[in-house]
């Protein structure tokens, strides 16, 4: 394998277990084969597949873009970190652009984002419509984006330099669609959005600073689609946003 890949293959490993203790995952199952390849040098035969070497071509993102549209086409072409190379659509965001209440913000598109160009559409998206609306909203009412643009390959969480990356349109789509409240979805869009390592776990339900915009991280989705037990504690999370926009709680998310 080679030695960058085998470099990568490690990071993303461990991003993964980071991920899963901060949403307090105890325990894991590993296979012991799983760990004896892990334990082979860099220089032995490729036991996993690799992502081919992507021909990054980094271009400055202007800081000044007039508008959501100019952003889109800009990332439709961005090659700046090796995401672009396994995309088959770019997922700019989608939804209420004028200063919509509230802003979702999650960690980057998955198989079905990727197929349809739109975030959140499959399972944990669906599970987010129903959230929205439990909190008296149409989807169409708000605005929903992620920290990066491309799909990770395999789904992989996206490593902290190609968030790195991809920030400054996110930084520019906030600039310009003024939302009253940011929710941050799960633990890497919180580290991609604040650069903090405490947990989510930790964080969920404090109100944190982003932009200059009040951001309530919460946990992902897709977590609770593994963990419904947790919906108990994004509902109250939620609630704080609504609190915070002065809005009454819809009867459909107790
Ligand atoms: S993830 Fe972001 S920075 Fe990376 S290629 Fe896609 S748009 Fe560009």
Redo the contacts with the bound molecule.
Sequence with gaps: MAETTFHTLIANLENYLEYQRDEGVQRLEVDRAVLAELAREPSEEPVVATEPTAAVKEVAVPDNFGSLEEISAH?SS????P??HA?TN?VSGEGNADSPDILFIGEGPGADEDAQGRPFVGKAGQLLTKMIEAMGYEREQVFIANV???RPPGNRTPLPE?ME??MP?LRQQIRLIKPRVIVGLGATAIKGLLGKTAGITRLRGTWQDCEGIKLMPTFHPSYLLRDPSKKKVVWQDLQLVLKELGREPSSKGK
Excluded: D, S
């Excluded at 961005?78 to 970190?81: K, L, M």
């Design positions: 990332i961005c090659r700046n970190c995401l672009f995309r770019t990066v643009k491309c190609e990356k991809c349109y």
